[in-house]
């Protein structure tokens, strides 16, 4: 995930625009959404707002440590990682 944001940090402003910050967004709200449900089960999650594309590696990062925390599965873990590789490989980046 670090990886990915750090890739999401150096893109030019084109490929931003172009998708991939909204595939950010997109697995971070995910990824909150799922720590949320671990964190507080049976309260709604919350929706991570859209802060703009130049916060979306930053709202990817802090959405991951938060699930990290949380997370104790090797399963889960396991999961984790390919929807962050999925996304990366959709965003392009």
């Not at 595939?23 to 929706?47: H, M, T, V, Y």
């Not at 938060?66 to 990682?81: M, S």
Request: glycine letters at 6%.
């Amino acid at each position: 995930m670090d990886h990915f944001a750090d890739r999401l940090r150096a893109a030019p402003q084109s490929r931003l625009q172009r998708g991939a910050a909204a595939e950010a967004l997109a697995l971070a709200r995910e990824l909150s959404r799922w720590a949320q449900r671990i964190e507080s089960p049976g309260c709604p999650p919350r929706e991570m707002p859209d802060a703009g594309m130049f916060a979306a590696a930053d709202q990817l990062t802090v959405a991951g440590a938060d699930l990290a925390v949380v997370l104790t599965l090797p399963d889960e873990v396991a999961r984790a990682a390919a929807l962050v590789e999925q996304a990366r490989e959709r965003a392009g980046v």
